[in-house]
């Protein structure tokens, strides 16, 4: 037991709290020439400088809230798409099952940048999409739909799906269904059934679904790099250009930090519900 | 006319047989019993009845109308569940609500409904608890308020006694008798425990392997089991063959129940309806001590010693009446 314990803050006092709390150290660094591009706080002293730029700098601040609308409609729709997936698994014959499952994990087999490329492959306007519908007669010029939100949500909902379904369908496994039972006893139809006992009952692992798809896309850069509008910048982008581009560390030390605080905000929320 | 009908009931789980050919009829105003161990079928004709399990063969009748094909919510039974099923993110005025508002009751009326039932349970005052507030005991009014507040035609109880303290179970059995009596409505319990359906049911059916085996009053089940393994079933009464002891029964048999009770230890044997036995072993019971006797003929026999019981090894007389004697076939 102790053994374990010892691991568990191991791996959170290296995995966590030090890469953190480097990072929060470069957001009250001072930039500089050099490799790293940075004076830590303990070599000249703590600055805010790089915070007060960023609460001026509306570009990254519009990037920080385009990235929380992304990332909620993102959870949104995957919530919703999960919803109905999971209790159709679970309603599917037994023997079909695993197949099922097995279908909707399948994307997690394969490569992530294989997958956002056959998005492209299908999207671009020389694609697959486009040749069809031109072959189809229904369109003379190609659509436009790689870099536009079409393409930034499909390739959004896909990557992250089975973060939102494998909660539910955890969650409808184990569920009481003598409750739905006695609610149809009690004359309630179908949708009935689902609106007032399945879904309120459901909330709390929606919630928690929809945490677990929110989070990881809130900081995504990969996908709206590739697939989404290029003019609209994101907060993954903005800290990747920060970093890597105009080398202003304590800035993107500072833009990182901000992030992680607003995603904070529904982490505790949840965690407070769940203790009622 | 009969309230309920089941004819000729039959479902199949995988290469599991649970209902067999399950032929019932019920009563208006009856308080039933499906009496059966594990495995009997008894669930299963429970959940047929209230439409949770589409039988493969067979008819349910309710109040003259077919209802095999007919889905739950529009059956006019309702189920108390084992587990009591209560929806835990309502309170429990609308939990016993619930089924008002899907008729579309208007709401001064589901007030006083509401307050009816769960005073008919005495329950009143906990309206705004949460199930999760209350004691298993108070749950299960909860559940059977839920049920009779739509005031349904028959009303279904899955092992209604089953979850509670063994010192609760006397008492709110025979409260929910009282309840069956007020209410004047047709109660289906579904019971394994054979004291419970004896104590509380005007009619009892056992079932075996899918099966009715017999189906009557109390009385009539006790007295006149109609096959030997239900005389073991109830009451565990001693089969006795005429070749045994010297019997003189009420009508010819090649076998009869004689239970424990009613053998009684005397100073000698009578010529017929008794014999000489020595005491294998006695089991004190609270009512007294269960001995196992062996008849000089060889056959081994229970009886229920009220007095002071003798030591195991000593020499017993035992006789009995010939009303004791309940033929069995062979």
């Not at chain 2, 089991?225 to 048999?253: D, K, V």
Request: hydrophobic content about 55%.
């Amino acid at each position: 037991m102790s053994a374990l314990r010892l691991a568990l803050w191991g791996w959170l006092g290296l995995a966590v709290a030090l890469p953190l709390g480097i990072v929060v150290a470069l957001s009250v660094g001072t930039g500089a020439e050099g490799v790293p591009p940075v004076r830590w706080p303990w070599e000249e002293g703590a600055s805010l400088d790089a915070w007060r730029l960023m609460a001026e700098d509306d570009v990254v601040l519009l990037a920080l809230w385009r990235s929380l609308v992304v990332a909620g409609t993102t959870a949104g729709l995957c919530v919703a798409l999960a919803f109905p997936m999971a209790l159709g698994l679970l309603r599917a014959a037994p023997r079909w099952r695993p197949l099922l499952l097995a279908l909707v994990l399948l994307p997690f087999l394969s490569g992530f940048l294989l997958r956002v490329a056959a998005w492209i492959g299908l999207l671009r306007d020389s694609g697959w999409i486009n040749a069809l519908l031109i072959a189809a007669g229904l369109i003379e010029e190609p659509l436009r739909l790689l870099g536009t939100d079409l393409a930034l949500y499909l390739g959004m909902v896909h990557a992250y799906l089975p973060f939102a379904l494998l909660p539910l369908l955890a969650w409808f496994a184990k569920r009481d269904t003598r409750l739905e039972e006695a609610a149809a006893d009690l004359g309630a139809g179908p949708f009935t059934v689902f609106r007032t006992v399945t879904l309120p009952l459901a909330w709390p692992a929606a919630a928690g679904a929809f945490l677990l798809v929110f989070i990881p896309a809130a900081g995504e850069f990969v996908i709206p790099e590739l697939l989404g509008p290029p003019d609209a910048m994101l907060a993954g982008r903005a800290i990747w250009s920060e970093f890597f581009g105009t080398r202003d560390w304590p800035f993107a030390g500072a833009l990182a930090t901000a992030l992680l605080l607003v995603l904070l905000i529904p982490i505790l929320a949840q965690q407070r519900s769940g203790l009622k | 006319m009969s309230l309920l009908s089941v004819e000729g009931v039959s479902r199949r789980f995988g290469a599991v047989t649970a209902l067999d050919g399950m032929t019932l009829a019920l009563e208006p105003g009856e308080f039933f019993a499906l009496l059966g161990g594990s495995g009997s079928g008894k669930s299963t004709l429970l959940r047929v009845i209230g439409g949770f399990e589409a039988p493969d063969a067979g008819r349910v009748t309710l109040a003259g109308e077919d209802v095999t094909r007919i889905p739950p919510h529009r059956r006019r039974t309702a189920m108390v569940f084992q587990s009591y099923a209560l929806f835990p993110h309502l309170s429990v005025f609308d939990n016993v609500a619930y089924g008002l508002r899907r008729e579309g009751t208007p709401p001064a009326e589901i007030a006083k409904r509401v307050a009816e039932a769960l005073d008919l349970v005495s329950l009143p005052g906990f309206s705004e608890r949460r199930p999760h507030q209350l004691s298993g005991g108070q749950q299960q009014r909860v559940a059977i308020a839920r049920a009779i507040a739509r005031r349904p035609a028959l009303l279904l109880l899955d092992e209604p006694l089953g979850a509670l303290d063994a010192g609760l179970r006397e008492r709110t059995g025979l409260e929910l008798r009282a309840l069956q009596r007020r209410l004047g409505t047709s109660f289906v319990m579904v019971t394994h425990d054979q004291a419970e359906a004896l104590a509380l049911a005007d009619r009892v059916a056992v079932l075996e392997a899918g099966r009715l085996a017999q189906v009557g009053t109390p009385r009539a089940l006790w007295d006149r089991p109609a096959t030997r393994s239900l005389a073991r079933f109830l009451g565990g009464a001693n089969i006795i063959e005429p070749t045994q002891a010297p019997l003189s029964a009420e009508e010819p048999a090649p076998a009869y129940a004689l239970r424990p009770e009613r053998i009684r230890l005397v100073p000698e044997a009578p010529w017929l309806n008794g014999a000489a036995a020595t005491v294998e072993e006695g089991v004190f019971r609270g009512e007294g001590v269960m001995l196992t006797v062996r008849l000089d003929s060889g056959a081994r026999l229970r009886v229920l010693c009220a007095g002071e019981a003798p030591a195991a090894g000593s020499r017993v007389a035992l006789a009995w009446d010939a009303a004791a004697l309940a033929p069995l076939p062979a």
